[in-house]
C-alpha cells in the first residue's frame, strides 16, 4: 500500500485522482485551501465523496505555507506526492499574476524543497498544456520548446517545470511532469467551458464565443486522465515530462454543435473578439505517455460530455 500525499484534492482533477486511488486501496493524504476560485458547494461534495474512506486525512491550509507542508511530511510516511493544487485559468491571471506566482511557484518549490528530505519514491507535479502557447508545430510533443508562455498562467507552470528539474538534478527526486490538456467531466471546473456552455445554452443565456470558432482544443475526458496520471505516480522514471490529452482536437464550432445535440437546445451566440492569452490551438502528441505509461484516451467527446451533463443535471438543476 502507497501513502500518496495529493494536493488540490478537494478540486475537479484532484479528487477523481484521490477517489481513484483510494478505490484501489491506497492511503491519501489530502492538502487544499478550499479557495473560492470557484462556488465552494462543489468543492464541499467533492470532499464528502472522499470522506468516506477510512484511508482519507484531510488537511486544510495554505500550500504556501512552509511550516505546515513539512508537519504533514513529520506526521505521515509519505511515499509517493501527486501535485494538482494551483491557481488555475488563464485569463484571470493576467489580472491577478500575484496570486498564481504564490500558488503555482512558491507552493510548489514548498513541496519539493521539503519532499526531497523524506525519501520519496516518486513525485508528479501537474503543469499545463498553456506551456506549449500559440507553438504552430502541431501536435504538440514534450520535445517542443515551451520558452514562450503568453500568460502568467503558462509562465508559472513553466518556472514549475524548471524547479522540478533542478530538484530531480540536485537531489536525484524522482519527478514526472504532467502536461493536461482541457480536462472536462463530471466535478468540472466552473469556469471552462464544457461546464459554462451546456448550462448557458440549457437555461437560453447567450454563450461568450471569442473568435470565429475555428480555434481548436484537444478535449480530454477525467477518466481517461486520471488513468494516466496514476500510471505516472507508479512508474518511477528519473525525471519525464508527459502530455496528457486526448489527440483528436475538435473546432469550437464543432463543440458547441455537440453540446446542442445533448442538451437537446440551440445555442444563443454572443460573438466576441479573441482573449489575449488565449491559444489557438491545442493538441497533444501522446505516444511518449502511451509508450512509457500505457496511457490510451477512449472516451468520445458526445459520449464524454453527455456524462458530464448527467452530473449537472443532478449536482445543479435538480437541486435549484
Ligand atoms: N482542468 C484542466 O483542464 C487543466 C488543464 C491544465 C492544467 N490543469 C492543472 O491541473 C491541476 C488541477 O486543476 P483543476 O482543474 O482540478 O483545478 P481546481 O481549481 O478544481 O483544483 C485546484 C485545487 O487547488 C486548491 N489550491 C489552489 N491553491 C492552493 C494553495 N495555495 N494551497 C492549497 N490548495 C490550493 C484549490 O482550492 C482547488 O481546490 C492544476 O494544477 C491545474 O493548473 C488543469
Same mark, same amino acid.
Given at each position: 500500500?502507497?501513502?500518496?500525499?495529493?494536493?488540490?484534492?478537494?478540486?475537479?482533477?484532484?479528487?477523481?485522482?484521490?477517489?481513484?486511488?483510494?478505490?484501489?486501496?491506497?492511503? =491519501?493524504?489530502?492538502?487544499?485551501?478550499?479557495?473560492?476560485?470557484?462556488?465552494?458547494?462543489?468543492?464541499?461534495?467533492?470532499?464528502?465523496?472522499?470522506?468516506?474512506?477510512?484511508?482519507?486525512?484531510?488537511?486544510?491550509?495554505?500550500?504556501?505555507?512552509?511550516?505546515?507542508?513539512?508537519?504533514?511530511?513529520?506526521?505521515?510516511?509519505?511515499?509517493?506526492?501527486?501535485?494538482?493544487?494551483?491557481?488555475?485559468?488563464?485569463?484571470?491571471?493576467?489580472?491577478?499574476?500575484?496570486?498564481?506566482?504564490?500558488?503555482?511557484?512558491?507552493?510548489?518549490?514548498?513541496?519539493?524543497?521539503?519532499?526531497?528530505?523524506?525519501?520519496?519514491?516518486?513525485?508528479?507535479?501537474?503543469?499545463?498544456?498553456? =506551456?506549449?502557447?500559440?507553438?504552430?508545430?502541431?501536435?504538440?510533443?514534450?520535445?517542443?520548446?515551451?520558452?514562450?508562455?503568453?500568460?502568467?498562467?503558462?509562465?508559472?507552470?513553466?518556472?514549475?517545470?524548471?524547479?522540478?528539474?533542478?530538484?530531480?538534478?540536485?537531489?536525484?527526486?524522482?519527478?514526472?511532469?504532467?502536461?493536461?490538456?482541457?480536462?472536462?467531466?463530471?466535478?468540472?471546473?466552473?469556469?471552462?467551458?464544457?461546464?459554462?456552455?451546456?448550462?448557458?445554452?440549457?437555461?437560453?443565456?447567450?454563450?461568450?464565443?471569442?473568435?470565429?470558432?475555428?480555434?481548436?482544443?484537444?478535449?480530454?475526458?477525467?477518466?481517461?486522465?486520471?488513468?494516466?496520471?496514476?500510471?505516472?505516480?507508479?512508474?518511477?522514471?528519473?525525471?519525464?515530462?508527459?502530455?496528457?490529452?486526448?489527440?483528436?482536437?475538435?473546432?469550437?464550432?464543432?463543440?458547441?454543435?455537440?453540446?446542442?445535440?445533448?442538451?437537446?437546445?440551440?445555442?444563443?451566440?454572443?460573438?466576441?473578439?479573441?482573449?489575449?492569452?488565449? =491559444?489557438?490551438?491545442?493538441?497533444?502528441?501522446?505516444?511518449?505517455?502511451?509508450?512509457?505509461?500505457?496511457?490510451?484516451?477512449?472516451?468520445?467527446?458526445?459520449?464524454?460530455?453527455?456524462?458530464?451533463?448527467?452530473?449537472?443535471?443532478?449536482?445543479?438543476?435538480?437541486?435549484?
Amino acid at each position: 500500500m502507497k501513502t500518496i500525499l495529493i494536493t488540490g484534492c478537494a478540486g475537479f482533477i484532484g479528487s477523481h485522482v484521490a477517489e481513484k486511488l483510494l478505490e484501489r486501496g491506497d492511503k =491519501v493524504i489530502g492538502i487544499d485551501e478550499v479557495n473560492d476560485y470557484y462556488d465552494i458547494k462543489q468543492k464541499t461534495a467533492n470532499l464528502e465523496v472522499l470522506n468516506k474512506f477510512e484511508n482519507f486525512q484531510f488537511h486544510k491550509f495554505d500550500l504556501g505555507d512552509f511550516k505546515k507542508v513539512k508537519e504533514i511530511f513529520e506526521k505521515y510516511e509519505i511515499t509517493h506526492i501527486g501535485h494538482l493544487a494551483a491557481r488555475a485559468g488563464v485569463r484571470p491571471s493576467i489580472e491577478n499574476p500575484h496570486i498564481y506566482e504564490h500558488s503555482n511557484i512558491k507552493a510548489s518549490l514548498n513541496i519539493l524543497d521539503i519532499a526531497k528530505d523524506y525519501n520519496i519514491e516518486n513525485t508528479v507535479l501537474t503543469s499545463s498544456s498553456s =506551456v506549449y502557447g500559440n507553438c504552430k508545430d502541431i501536435p504538440f510533443k514534450e520535445t517542443h520548446n515551451v520558452d514562450f508562455p503568453i500568460s502568467p498562467y503558462a509562465a508559472s507552470k513553466k518556472s514549475m517545470e524548471l524547479l522540478a528539474y533542478t530538484y530531480h538534478h540536485l537531489h536525484k527526486m524522482s519527478i514526472n511532469i504532467i502536461r493536461p490538456f482541457t480536462i472536462y467531466g463530471p466535478r468540472g471546473r466552473p469556469d471552462m467551458a464544457p461546464f459554462l456552455f451546456p448550462m448557458w445554452i440549457e437555461k437560453g443565456q447567450p454563450i461568450k464565443k471569442f473568435g470565429d470558432g475555428t480555434t481548436m482544443r484537444d478535449y480530454t475526458y477525467i477518466d481517461d486522465f486520471v488513468k494516466g496520471f496514476i500510471s505516472a505516480i507508479d512508474t518511477k522514471l528519473g525525471y519525464e515530462i508527459f502530455n496528457l490529452g486526448n489527440s483528436t482536437p475538435i473546432s469550437l464550432n464543432e463543440f458547441i454543435e455537440t453540446i446542442e445535440n445533448i442538451v437537446g437546445k440551440k445555442a444563443q451566440i454572443n460573438q466576441l473578439p479573441m482573449q489575449p492569452g488565449d =491559444v489557438e490551438v491545442t493538441y497533444a502528441d501522446t505516444s511518449k505517455a502511451e509508450k512509457l505509461l500505457g496511457y490510451k484516451p477512449e472516451t468520445k467527446i458526445e459520449q464524454g460530455l453527455t456524462q458530464f451533463w448527467n452530473w449537472h443535471k443532478d449536482f445543479y438543476l435538480n437541486n435549484e
